[in-house]
């Protein structure tokens, strides 16, 4: 996943592997549903905020593995 720095501009996560799990997050880029639904709206700070999260669920999924 693309390391995206508070102040630059927040870059999609996507990879291109659109399927969700059980739990409503998408196995390529670990963004909830409402994420990606909203990326197009949301600000800046909001993207890395996401950003932020998906990185999160990105480390405890691996952990679970």
């Given at each position: 996943m693309?390391?995206?720095?508070p102040g630059?501009e927040?870059?999609?996560?996507c990879r291109?592997?659109c399927?969700?799990?059980e739990d409503?997050m998408?196995v390529?880029?670990?963004?909830?549903?409402?994420?990606?639904?909203?990326w197009?709206?949301?600000?800046n700070?909001?993207?890395h905020?996401?950003l932020?999260?998906?990185?999160?669920?990105?480390?405890?999924?691996?952990?679970?593995?």
């Amino acid at each position: 996943m693309e390391s995206n720095k508070p102040g630059t501009e927040a870059k999609s996560p996507c990879r291109k592997v659109c399927r969700l799990d059980e739990d409503g997050m998408c196995v390529g880029c670990f963004r909830m549903l409402d994420e990606i639904a909203n990326w197009g709206i949301m600000e800046n700070n909001e993207r890395h905020e996401v950003l932020r999260k998906a990185h999160l669920r990105m480390q405890l999924r691996e952990m679970k593995l």
